[in-house]
């Protein structure tokens, strides 16, 4: 059996990898850098190597491990023993030295004198510049070459606009994480520095539909959402809503950016276009309202 280190655990995780807890689960899915492990109560954790942001669920391992090759290990057992995590009969971790990731401190407008109304307009052009099509980008770069997804997209994200709800463009898309769902997590995490607003309250009815269990989308998609419904986002996206909200240096908000849109294949490039939806949708509520929404 391969023993993996054990480096660090998101602090949930970490709280459910001790000694004495009962952990057990069923190796969920594979990938080529993680592994998704699902507790026998439904909830999905992630085994990963070495990241360098902040990332919700997450147990990072040293060294680098091409987890494809353990695609046997799909469905099998998972459970702790004498302080390891173990996958099947084939891999643990040791946890002997795991230490706890918590989020990075939030910044607030105390922490820098960012002007967001002049930073939306630039960020969207570099988002339209360096953003990947395909998924919610359509709504703010329609084209000659949208394909049936990407016109979806545009309508529905209208209807948010227009009514505040997130129904119909929650599990819309293709891959682990549909498009419309890390546009709502995109959202949610703009949102939350937004105090007191229309798209706070929006956020609020999103959490809401969530809580309800109502939610048709993938089982990984479905837990990053909760995730975020608790606060917990990316260090990523959190990083590109503070730089926005609050940075003044340019380049650290370019790179901001280009961090958050290497997450996943289009993943990165939804969460940006939620965030930057969300905030541009609280500036048109500061000039007078959105003429879209029914009253």
């Known amino acids: 059996m391969r023993t993996l280190k054990g480096l660090r655990a998101e602090e949930l995780l970490y709280r459910r990898l001790q000694p004495g807890c009962p952990f057990k689960g069923k190796i969920h899915s594979i990938f080529s850098t993680t592994m998704n492990l699902m507790e026998e109560d439904g909830r999905l954790w992630t085994l990963s190597i070495q990241r360098d942001m902040y990332l919700p669920g997450t147990l990072e391992i040293s060294g680098k491990i091409p987890f494809e090759e353990y695609h046997h290990l799909l469905g099998k057992p998972v459970h702790l023993a004498s302080g390891?995590?173990?996958?099947?009969?084939?891999?643990?971790?040791?946890?002997?030295?795991?230490?706890?990731?918590?989020?990075?401190?939030?910044?607030s407008a105390a922490n820098g004198a960012g002007n967001p109304k002049d930073t939306v307009e630039n960020t969207l052009e570099e988002l339209r510049l360096y953003g990947k099509r395909g998924g919610c980008l359509s709504f703010f770069l329609p084209g000659p070459q949208e394909g049936y997804l990407e016109k979806a997209f545009q309508e529905r994200i209208f209807e948010v606009k227009r009514t505040g709800d997130f129904r119909k463009i929650l599990g819309l898309g293709l891959g682990l994480t549909p498009s419309g769902d890390d546009f709502a997590l995109g959202f949610m995490a703009m949102a939350s520095y937004l105090q007191g607003t229309f798209v706070r309250d929006t956020a609020q009815n999103l959490k809401t539909l969530l809580e309800q269990g109502t939610v048709s989308t993938t089982e990984v998609s479905l837990q990053m959402l909760h995730f975020g419904k608790e606060g917990r986002f990316p260090g990523a996206l959190t990083n590109f809503c503070e730089e926005i909200l609050y940075g003044s240096d340019v380049e650290k908000r370019k790179n901001a950016m280009k961090k958050l849109l290497n997450i996943g294949s289009i993943s990165g490039t939804d969460m940006a276009s939620g965030a930057l939806f969300a905030l541009q949708l609280h500036l048109e509520q500061q000039c007078g309202g959105n003429d879209d929404k029914k009253s």
């Open 84 to 107: 390891m995590l173990v996958l099947g009969h084939s891999l643990q971790v040791d946890l002997s030295d795991l230490l706890m990731r918590k989020p990075e401190e939030r910044q």
